[in-house]
């Protein structure tokens, strides 16, 4: 059972020369001047501990929250009280942006691990994108980064069965510590098998089944947690439309 506590906040020194998500950051591109008048709206980074709540549906919109360090994940509840996951955060992603279109968010998320962010005044920010076109683009680059993601998403369930849904899920995974400088054949999931299950649509059953599956093919490794891709291209292969990750 998750945790109801909310997250408690605890300033931090920010060091944005040592951070490594850079290459995600709002201020990619921005001329010194501009820095720092995004510096301005006050960031400051905040731990949030294993299992508590970042925020919770229905919440009002007041920050977006760049992720630094650790891992999230976003659900919804049905009116019988069952989960959906809808996501997995890590480093460089944006948490925050479904509460933009009518400033009440539409889910909870969850830290996975303990984890830290960097919180923005989304109000404040949106008045300093409108002076900044640079930081528009920034902005605007962020949704569409999330558009793809749903759209990829949806793909997922509407096309593949559920060996292909595993597979991609894992590629998915893969590529995205990859482009943060982790290994892409090496890690550790953050998430319990129930939570991808609930993410992939498919029962725990059949998730342990395609572990199983992956395993006998000598496509993967799997200890517990621990995964390790022992054929890049043969896993690639099982996913339709495998192009996407090569």
């Known amino acids: 059972m998750l945790e109801t506590r909310s997250y408690q906040a605890h300033s931090l020194n920010l060091a944005c020369p040592n951070c490594n998500i850079l290459e995600f950051c709002l201020a990619l591109g921005l001329t010194d001047e501009e820095v720092a008048q995004l510096d301005s709206l006050n960031m400051q980074r905040v731990k949030v501990k294993k299992d508590a709540a970042l925020y919770r549906a229905c919440d009002p919109l007041r920050f977006l929250y760049e992720v630094r360090i650790g891992f999230f994940k976003t659900n919804v509840l049905s009116f019988d009280g069952r989960e959906q996951v809808t996501g997995f955060q890590m480093s460089g992603d944006l948490l925050g942006l479904d509460a933009v279109n009518n400033n009440l968010h539409t889910c909870n998320t969850f830290a996975l691990e303990d984890s830290e962010v960097c919180p923005i005044h989304f109000a404040h920010l949106e008045k300093l994108a409108q002076k900044l076109p640079s930081l528009q683009h920034n902005l605007s680059k962020i949704f569409s980064r999330e558009i793809v993601r749903d759209h990829d998403m949806l793909m997922l369930l509407g096309n593949m069965n559920s060996n292909e849904r595993l597979a991609v899920f894992l590629l998915n995974l893969s590529q995205r510590l990859n482009m943060r400088g982790y290994s892409s054949q090496e890690f550790v999931l953050k998430m319990r098998r129930e939570d ?13 089944r395609g572990i199983a599956h992956l395993r006998e093919q000598t496509l993967v490794e799997v200890s517990g947690r621990e995964i390790k891709i022992l054929d890049m291209d043969g896993l690639k292969h099982l996913v339709a439309g495998c192009h996407r990750f090569s």
């Open 196 to 208: 991808i299950a609930s993410y992939l649509g498919l029962r725990l059953e059949t998730i342990c």
